[in-house]
């Protein structure tokens, strides 16, 4: 049972990213992370503070924005 309560959880999060709402992965985020994103290319990097994802995210929509 909380296999699949997770599972729609973050089902439910990538759809809303997908339509152009990061917020929702920001909210279920713990206060202390770490999030990698790989490669040598403008968005890659670790964030370790949800200020940071938050920015990261900006800069992401700044830089792609169509990409829904």
Known sequence: MYHRIVASKVRSTFA?????????MLDGMA???????YGE???S???QTLDA???????SVRLFPNRS
């Open 45 to 47: 990097g670790e964030r």
């Open 31 to 37: 206060s202390e992370l770490r999030y990698r994103f």
């Open 16 to 24: 809303q990213i997908s339509a152009g709402n990061w917020e929702p």
């Open 53 to 59: 994802l938050r920015r990261w995210w900006e800069r």
């Open 41 to 43: 290319h403008a968005l």
